[in-house]
């Protein structure tokens, strides 16, 4: 069974950093791009960013909100992907899902529970 | 960026009937476009990919067609399991982007 699980979620001052988990399991963690995707309360879907795979170079992609302040890495030995947040805006408060993008057709098809992020003072 | 627009925002239904949700992009997204489904305090879960392929597990009341600029998702028989929240995604060029939702809701 496939299962994503993100971890690391919490209060943070603006201008302060965090650091989010996603814990993959019961899959080939290796062979999938990954991806961060979020939601502010009661507002709608935001793509953060993506991580390709290790013949792809680890390359990422970020959304424009988030380019220059987030940063997205992998450890394919622990299956699992990090999402590093610094200069946090009271505007990045969101839940944050981890998704697997499903290869060669490019829905995600997996997505974790999510995990809170509140940037508050 | 390619900007994304679901119409209508909000939807009243009945269990029942047929209903139509649409999206629209700014610029071709060819046939890359997924819908998803999410019920509030839960995570997204794919309804169609491609634009018009259902995923494996998801019911054949759902479809999805459009090619280009315009996409819909229909449900033919609205299902109490149903009421949730849709949004379009496209994934031909990055950033990403998804629409604004739709929001189902029983009359």
């Known amino acids: 069974e496939v299962r994503l699980v993100e971890s690391g979620g919490g209060l943070v001052q603006p201008g302060g950093s965090l650091r989010l988990s996603c814990a993959a399991s019961g899959f080939t963690f290796s062979d999938h791009y990954m991806d961060w995707v979020r939601q502010a309360p009661g507002k709608g879907l935001e793509w953060v960013g993506r991580i390709r795979v290790k013949r792809n170079g680890y390359t990422t992609e970020y959304g424009a909100s988030v380019e220059g302040r987030f940063t997205i890495s992998r450890d394919d030995s622990l299956n699992s992907l990090t999402l590093q947040m610094s200069d946090l805006e009271t505007e990045d408060t969101a839940v944050y899902f981890c998704?697997?993008?499903?290869?060669?057709?490019?829905?995600?098809?997996?997505w974790g529970p999510g995990t809170l992020v509140t940037v508050s003072s | 960026d390619i900007q994304m627009t679901q119409s209508p925002s909000t939807l009243s239904a009945f269990v029942g009937d047929r209903v139509t949700i649409t999206c629209r992009a700014s610029?071709?997204?060819?046939?890359?476009l997924a819908w998803y489904q999410q019920k509030p305090g839960k995570a997204p879960k794919v309804l169609i990919y491609k634009a018009s392929n259902l995923e494996s597990g998801v019911p054949s009341r759902f479809s999805g067609s459009g090619s280009g600029t315009e996409f819909t998702l229909a449900i033919s028989s609205l299902q109490p399991d149903d009421f949730a929240t849709y949004y379009c995604q496209q994934y031909t060029t990055y950033p990403v982007t998804f629409g604004g939702g739709t929001s189902v809701e029983i009359k």
């Open positions: 610029q071709s997204v060819s046939t890359s």
């Open positions: 998704a697997r993008v499903r290869m060669q057709l490019w829905q995600l098809d997996y």
